[in-house]
């Protein structure tokens, strides 16, 4: 076979898994549909032993993911959180995070109420004043964990001024950069540590299955993210991480599509009265446009705005005739999601109050249908 040089982006969607295909040329990464390998003799093992411990089809993805995001080492798991819930286990009791308080629901809800329990402990801040951020180091803080843009909000942190204090006092920083992806945004050639993902979102593309993906570029924590990996075994299944070579290798031109839409949805939203507040990560006059706008190609596919209240939120969601009200993001389809009741559910009334999560906040992944169904629809639901 043919050794697929190639040094672009679009090329390494393709070629970027380095996938062990050589045995019959398959063109596609084959599928290893098996718990373990047969070994060559007592005290004598071979390159893959158990598909806890490895697997070469996740192998391939592990690859793929770390080639795309600029790092040496990749990590494949069942969700998004199996993967948050792995990194954030590299950490021991009396060690500190600082995190966002700007983040999803889901990662709140294990660094508040799971992490604390075994004595590791996390501040939630404003990751975007900087000030407050170096001002709230003490020695026991080992990392830095942000969202850029952040869900719901699209709050964005600056991940290479973020970098450089981390560094300063000896922390790591973690990105997850669920909502732009390695196409649109590569936070480790900024100086982020490890970059994490719920793959189940851009990268799968489709809304039919749930991954997490780790990245590092540093040997140490690879070595810590591998041993977590294999210890406490929530790993992607040799099938999912198949699905997941094969939906990114379409990356950028399902990103190119859902961004041109989410441009004209964020023209059309911009000029509604009943559109209250507009969040597009790099919106002119925005919070962190300016450091959006230089750390990554474009604004994305995701948006939120604030409509009157949880009433107007309600009947703007019952008038919508094409768009699905449902968590998640990222699949061809696009999708309307009310975080308050959503998402962040799990997030105490007081918090979501606190975040800028409100009851008339809408949340919208834009799709790849054609835009005007998705104007009309928008339209008669804002009517
Ligand atoms: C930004 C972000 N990170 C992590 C997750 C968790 O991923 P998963 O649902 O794949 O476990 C989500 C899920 O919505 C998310 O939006």
């Known amino acids: 076979m043919k050794p697929h040089l190639c040094t672009h982006f679009n090329s390494k969607l393709i070629y970027g898994s380095g996938g062990d295909n050589t045995e019959y040329c398959s063109v596609n990464t084959p599928i290893y549909q098996t718990s373990t390998f047969a070994q060559p003799c007592v005290g004598e093992l071979g390159k893959y032993e158990y598909t806890r411990s490895e697997n070469p089809t996740r192998a391939a993805l592990e690859q793929l993911s770390a080639t795309l995001e600029g790092g040496t080492a990749g990590f494949a798991f069942s969700t998004g959180m199996a993967a948050i819930m792995a990194v954030l286990s590299i950490f021991s009791a009396g060690d500190e995070i600082l995190s966002s308080a700007s983040i999803y629901g889901g990662t709140y809800r294990i660094l508040r109420d799971v992490f604390p329990r075994f004595g590791l402990k996390t501040t939630l801040l404003d990751t975007a004043n ?11 803080v080992k990392a830095v964990y942000i969202e850029t843009p952040s869900n719901p909000l699209m709050q964005i942190t600056d991940i290479a001024a973020v970098a450089q204090i981390a560094k300063r006092h ?36 489709h809304s039919d299955i749930l991954a997490g993906l780790v990245v590092t570029n540093d040997d140490d ?17 040799p099938m999912d991480a198949y699905w997941l070579i094969r ?9 190119d599509r859902h961004v041109e839409n989410a441009e004209k949805c964020v023209a059309l939203l911009r000029e509604q009265s009943a559109v209250k507040a507009l969040y597009y990560p790099g919106l002119d006059g925005t919070q962190g446009a300016d450091i959006h706008n230089r750390q990554a190609k474009n604004g994305g596919a995701m948006l939120s705005f604030e409509l009157a209240d949880g009433d107007a939120a309600k009947l703007f969601v ?22 308050w009741s959503m998402t962040h559910a799990s997030v105490p009334a007081e918090d979501k109050i606190a975040m800028g999560i ?26």
Do not use: W
């Open 318 to 339: 019952d008038k919508l005739q094409m768009i699905d009200l449902a968590v998640s993001l990222g699949g061809t389809e696009s999708l309307i999601c009310h975080p």
């Open 170 to 205: 000896g922390a790591v920083l973690i990105v997850d950069n669920t909502f732009l992806t390695p196409y649109l945004q590569q936070p480790i050639p900024l100086g982020a540590d490890i970059v994490l993902h719920s793959a189940t979102k851009y990268l799968c593309g």
């Open 221 to 237: 924590l690879a070595a810590r993210v591998k041993f977590v990996q294999n210890a406490t075994g929530g790993v992607l299944p």
């Open 130 to 140: 900087l000030d407050t951020l170096e001002a709230s180091f003490t020695p026991q």
């Open 358 to 383: 409100t009851q008339g906040l809408i949340r919208f992944s834009v799709g790849i249908e054609d835009f005007e169904d998705i104007r009309n629809d928008l339209l008669l639901g804002l009517a």
């Open 247 to 255: 939906s990114i290798k379409t990356l950028a031109v399902r990103m």
